[in-house]
């Protein structure tokens, strides 16, 4: 039997559903620009009343509507597949991300920094060759060498503080704590610990109220996708718990968390050493995360290969800078001093300065660069571009540069008044295309130029590495857009739907109406 | 490209990176325009940068090369200049000696030919004493002493001997030095008497002293006046040598400048290649990428301004 009340029911029953679809509408439009929101869609279900019930009218189905449930537009497939691009990309724009800023350091090209003192060190050179006995020149000689000295220290010490500011210096938790990858280890520890909350939350909500927590899948998933940026998690998604595992240790398990990582100071090699340690008792599961997860991937393992000792590594180009500081410095001592430690009795030539008491040539006694500013703590195999200065002897007298090289007889020149000798003023000039072998053979000028080349290469490949992986994520993110994104024409033409849908509910509630009023008035 | 569904964010995020990305490359000309530079970054181009690199330490050496060459050909001028002199010296005292062997010169005219040519002497050793930009040029590697000390009768050469092994080089390209400067006493000689006594007598100085002893001597000793002739006549040709040395020098020097100035030709050719910008290149990129972006901004402000919303009454 129909009964006219139900067609009532129904109506208002339709009503209600499109007034809900509106509201999704209304949401799915207020969302559109949301970071990592996903389009929702109610789905509205066909209920029949009193199913079993046979008559004469059987065949007419009367039933209303109803929310099946609201939909929220997911590809899981596409989400692990970011997650794990997501990783190779955090570790690429990180390593570039520090390579520009080497690749900034390292910028000589217009002729300053350590190239352009050691050019202008090589034509002082040049005119102490000319003029050896011109105090002007010696005094731009020694002037020169300072700067180089100088700049050699102004850049180790920019490249030490910005490995200090990438991963701390070995020596107090609080600088590591307030380096780049102490804040990168608290800041993944929070999110693990958002995660294990959402996880909570999401599971409660969906047992208790029977409702799908859009919202919060929504931002758990944006944790997972900023998270894996920084370190390589696998996502297991169980129930509505996902499960966080790096490598084979578990970090997340349902609703409770399981570890987290620890950033301990380390040594001046690795100034960090990063642990997953138990969140309950605080023990190492993995003592260190730099030998467990070699792979190149997440922001941490970048920071931890750039701040580490291994190649192309910040320490790698304070060592190379060290290296050809120290033999540089070597080099021009070697030519300063011939005859070191002391001349021998009976050495027959021998580096002659000036004596400006006398104004005669003297076996010369300085070093030009020392270890430090104390001569008597010499050692040319302490020289570094740390501590790499000009003895402060020559600094004050110009005059203890050896310009002149030749005989001596019982540590005296033979010819003491030949000041115009510039053998060894020419030997500082040469010694510009002189190889030196601790360099791999090359000029102390052209190591220099290969370290620097070295720096742009790998700023180079890091950075077409980069677009190629930040392409093929964008990809990724565009499909997962183009699926779960909310499109504005599509909304208003639900929209419309709904609205004209709600209207026409509302004219069979009036028409129904109306049957009434007449059933009403039969009796009359 | 995406291909079905087109959601607003997409569309948004569509937009801005591709305007970024038409920035960033109009940003980078722009750059390229005004360091008028295609290498900025050690990204840029890091294969060719230890070739820009020595490409401009070369510029700066093949300057240097040049400042040497110049500040030693205007010494070496001087030289030779002062050694013409001193050879029109040597032709006087070498037509006075001829003069000064007839035997029938009064006693006066003998000790007017002397006196000129003790002054011829002193000119002579003056000469060898010049000293250009605060060096002697004549005493080696010895800058700072006057070539000849003079003490009564002695003129002693304080200047470096070739025994020494102290020299003066100069370095005029990257596997040269050369020894330009000659050392005084090859050329003018000495006239002194050594510690045990004996008198040692060289080149034009000690000559010009014999024949004024001989001139001096009462009656004057024509035999030796006499032989002195062919003596001089040596002697003149030996300063010659030396003139011609430097003369010869100067004009090496010269050959390797003009060897640097191609040299440098090259080095700049290299270095501009690598670092400099195609300055048309640059702008007719500019201009394309003026136009791109242009396009761009108003094809996408076209699309998001459409929407369903636009005919929705």
Redesign the interface.
């Known amino acids: 039997m129909v009964n006219i009340m139900q067609s009532l029911y129904t109506a208002q029953d339709a009503m209600r559903i499109n007034q809900a679809g509106m509201s999704v509408v209304s949401n799915n439009i207020a969302n ?2 949301t970071e990592g929101y996903s ?1 929702q869609r109610l789905d509205s279900e066909s209920v029949a009343f009193n199913a079993g019930s046979v008559n004469a009218m059987a065949q007419i189905q009367s039933g209303t509507v109803g929310i099946a449930k609201v939909t929220r537009y997911q590809d899981e497939f596409l989400n692990s597949f970011i997650v794990q691009e997501n990783s190779t990309l955090g570790y690429d724009s990180k390593s570039t991300e520090v ?2 800023a080497l ?2 350091y ?2 000589e ?1 217009n ?1 300053s920094g350590i ?1 352009g003192s050691l ?1 202008d060190y ?2 002082a050179t ?1 005119q102490l ?2 003029d050896p ?2 105090k002007v020149a010696r005094a731009n000689f020694i002037s020169q060498a300072t700067s180089v000295a100088s700049e050699f220290n102004v850049k180790y010490n920019q490249l030490a503080d910005y490995r200090t500011s990438l991963v701390g210096d070995a020596t107090t938790s609080n600088i590591l704590n307030n380096s780049q990858i102490g804040k990168l280890t608290q800041e993944i520890n929070n999110k693990l610990e958002q995660i294990t909350e959402l996880n909570d939350k999401i599971a409660v909500s969906a047992t208790q109220n029977g409702v799908q927590p859009n919202s919060l899948l929504d931002k758990r998933q944006v944790l997972l996708e900023s998270l894996s940026k920084q370190i390589p998690v696998t996502v297991r998604v169980e129930g509505s718990f996902v499960n966080l595992y790096i490598g084979n240790v578990q970090l997340v398990e349902n609703g409770k968390q399981l570890a987290q990582l620890k950033a301990t100071v380390g040594d001046s090699d690795n100034p960090v050493i990063i642990s997953v340690v138990d969140k309950a008792t605080g023990n190492d599961v993995v003592a260190d995360y730099k030998v467990n997860f070699p792979q190149d991937q997440g922001e941490l393992k970048a920071l931890l290969d750039a701040g580490g000792n291994g190649p192309d590594s910040i320490l790698d180009f304070i060592k190379q800078l060290n290296t050809v500081a120290q033999n540089f410095a070597v080099s021009v001592n070697n030519i300063q001093l011939k005859q070191l430690p002391a001349l021998p009795a009976a050495a027959t030539e021998a580096s002659l300065k000036i004596d400006i008491a006398t ?1 005669k040539l003297t076996p010369a006694t300085e070093n030009i660069f020392l270890n430090d500013p104390n001569s008597a703590l010499y050692n040319p195999l302490s020289i570094t571009a740390a501590n790499i200065v000009v003895n402060k002897a020559v600094k004050d007298n110009p005059f203890e540069v050896a310009t ?1 090289y ?2 001596v007889a019982a540590g005296v020149a ?2 003491p ?7 060894n003023a ?1 030997a500082f ?2 010694m ?2 002189t190889p030196i072998v601790a360099l791999g053979n090359l000029t102390a ?2 190591y220099y ?2 370290t ?6 790998n ?2 490949l890091s ?1 077409s590495k980069l677009d190629a992986q930040q392409a093929s994520v ?1 990809q990724l993110l ?2 997962k ?10 909304e ?2 639900d929209l ?1 739907k709904y609205q004209k849908a709600y209207q026409a509910s509302a004219q069979v509630f009036n028409a129904v109406n109306q049957m009434m009023s007449v059933i009403m008035n039969m009796g009359k | 490209m ?9 569309l ?3 937009i801005i ?1 591709n305007t970024m990305k038409n920035q960033e490359k109009f940003v980078n000309l722009n750059f390229q325009n005004s360091t008028q ?1 295609k ?9 060719s ?2 070739d ?3 490409a ?2 070369n510029l ?2 093949i300057k ?1 090369y040049n ?2 060459i110049d ?1 030693n050909i205007a010494e070496m001028s001087t030289a030779e200049n002062t050694l013409d002199l001193a050879n029109k010296d040597l032709q006087r005292v070498f037509a006075l000696t001829t003069q000064a062997s007839n035997e029938l010169n009064t006693k006066d005219e003998t000790t007017a030919i002397a006196n000129e040519i003790s002054s011829l002497l002193s000119h002579i050793v003056n000469l060898a004493n010049t000293n250009y930009d ?2 002697y040029i004549f ?7 006057p070539a000849y000390s003079i003490a009564g009768n002695d003129y002693t050469y ?1 200047g ?1 001997k070739d025994a ?8 005029v390209n ?1 596997n040269s ?1 050369m020894t330009l400067g000659q050392n005084g006493d090859n050329i003018f000689g000495e006239y002194y008497v050594d510690g045990g006594g004996t008198q040692v007598s060289t080149g034009p100085i000690g000559h010009i002293n014999e024949l004024l002893n001989d001139l001096k001597s009462t009656p004057p000793n024509f035999v030796n006046i006499r032989a002195k002739i062919d003596v001089f006549k040596k002697d003149s040709e030996n300063v010659t040598y030396s003139r011609a040395q430097y003369g010869t020098n100067i004009d090496i020097l010269e050959k390797i400048k003009s060897q640097l100035a191609q040299d440098k030709i090259s080095t700049e050719t290299r270095r501009s290649n690598i ?1 400099d910008a195609d300055l048309i290149e640059t702008a007719s990129l500019i201009k394309q990428q003026e136009y791109a972006l242009q396009a761009s901004l108003q094809s996408s402000t076209k699309m998001i301004q459409n ?3 636009n005919f ?1 009454q």
């Open positions: 559109m620009n389009k390579l520009n690749d900034g390292f910028n090209i002729g190239t050019k090589f034509t040049q060759a000319l006995t011109s104004n002149a030749g005989p033979t010819n008044d030949a000041l115009g000798n510039n053998n020419l000039q040469q510009r295309d000028e052209n130029y290969s620097i080349a070295s720096v742009g290469n700023a180079s950075k964008q565009d499909k857009q183009s699926s779960v994104g909310v499109n504005l024409d599509e208003l033409v419309m | 995406v291909s079905g569904r087109i959601t607003n964010q997409y948004n995020q569509a990176n530079k290498v900025n970054n050690l990204s840029d181009d890091p294969i940068l230890p820009l690199f020595s401009k330490n700066e050496r240097n400042t040497n500040l605060g060096k005493s080696g590697a010895n800058i700072n002493t304080k470096t020494d092994g102290y020299k003066v080089q100069v370095q990257d030095t670092e929407s369903l919303l929705m």
